[in-house]
């Protein structure tokens, strides 16, 4: 399955910058293959050389790295439209894995073709920069989570983030976000046990914060919960699709 970088849907999103129709075709004739995985697929191993890149297409997939003990640090939650990979091809193998958590498709982009973007097209090469640039002051606000917020603001940073980041891709609708994440994830993402976990989004439910309804979230008042979590981001600016 190829999807054509002129037919990508996610190009119709509001959410990314446009592009002209050569860059447009410099993209597509980079983009290797179109590819569908299933829930829990291993898109990166840890340990992977010379890995290659991705564009997350469709789904939601996670970046982590696990302690020899078998313990757990989820880093990022990925989204449709970013890009998977970037930290990684810049060593010689990859320090972390990334694994889906729902069913994806993702965009196959070469290694060495990437780099070319350097040498032939400067500014799709700083739209790459810029994708690398802004997944790390997202690890950095979960950095400031997992060190300074209390474990209902942990959660609730997290939930309005995610809200954020889904209501510019359009996939938020009268409030109703999906949340395919399990008490699990949310644990290894904010370094919290079960319990504390599980307390803690009672906490939150019990102050009207939001519903759940199987895998989808309704929340009723985002600006509430914003509040509580003391995260005050910038409204999200357009941002590169490559």
């Given at each position: 399955?190829?999807?054509?970088?002129f037919?990508?849907?996610?190009?119709?999103?509001?959410?990314?910058?446009?592009?002209?129709?050569?860059e447009?075709?410099?993209i597509?004739?980079?983009?290797?293959?179109?590819?569908?995985?299933?829930?829990?697929?291993?898109?990166?191993?840890?340990?992977t050389?010379?890995?290659?890149?991705?564009?997350?297409?469709?789904?939601w997939?996670?970046?982590?790295?696990?302690l020899?003990d078998?313990r757990?640090?989820?880093?990022?939650?990925?989204?449709?439209?970013?890009?998977i990979?970037?930290?990684?091809?810049?060593?010689?193998?990859?320090?972390?894995?990334?694994?889906?958590l729902?069913?994806?498709?993702?965009?196959?982009?070469?290694?060495?073709?990437?780099?070319?973007?350097?040498e032939?097209?400067?500014?799709?090469a700083?739209?790459?920069?810029?994708?690398?640039?802004?997944?790390?002051?997202?690890?950095?606000?979960?950095?400031?989570?997992?060190?300074?917020?209390?474990?209902?603001?942990?959660?609730?940073?997290?939930?309005?983030?995610?809200y954020?980041?889904?209501?510019?891709?359009?996939?938020?609708?009268?409030?109703?976000?999906?949340?395919?994440?399990?008490?699990q994830?949310?644990?290894?993402?904010?370094?919290?046990?079960?319990?504390?976990?599980?307390?803690?989004?009672?906490?939150?439910?019990?102050?009207?914060?939001?519903?759940?309804?199987?895998?989808?979230?309704?929340?009723?008042?985002?600006?509430?919960?914003?509040?509580?979590?003391?995260?005050?981001?910038e409204?999200?600016?357009?941002?590169?699709?490559?």
């Open positions: 399955m190829r999807v054509p970088c037919e990508c849907e996610l190009r119709r999103c509001d959410a990314f910058k446009p592009i002209n129709d050569v447009l075709a410099f597509n004739e980079m983009k290797r293959d179109h590819v569908a995985l299933r829930a829990g697929a291993e898109i990166i191993a840890a340990g050389e010379q890995a290659e890149l991705y564009t997350l297409y469709a789904g997939a996670f970046r982590f790295k696990t020899p078998g757990r640090q989820i880093l990022h939650f990925v989204l449709p439209g970013d890009l990979g970037l930290q990684g091809a810049m060593f010689e193998a990859s320090q972390y894995g990334v694994e889906a729902t069913d994806v498709e993702i965009c196959v982009l070469p290694r060495r073709k990437v780099w070319s973007l350097y032939n097209m400067p500014e799709l700083f739209d790459v920069t810029w994708l690398g640039s802004r997944e790390e002051s997202i690890v950095d606000e979960n950095l400031v989570s997992a060190g300074r917020r209390r474990a209902s603001e942990r959660i609730a940073a997290l939930i309005i983030s995610l954020k980041r889904l209501n510019v891709l359009g996939l938020v609708v009268n409030g109703a976000m999906p949340f395919p994440l399990t008490q994830h949310i644990a290894d993402a904010l370094g919290l046990s079960l319990v504390h976990t599980n307390k803690s989004l009672a906490k939150l439910r019990k102050l009207g914060m939001f519903a759940q309804i199987n895998s989808t979230l309704l929340l009723s008042n985002p600006k509430a919960l914003e509040s509580l979590a003391q995260y005050f981001d409204e999200t600016p357009k941002r590169p699709l490559i």
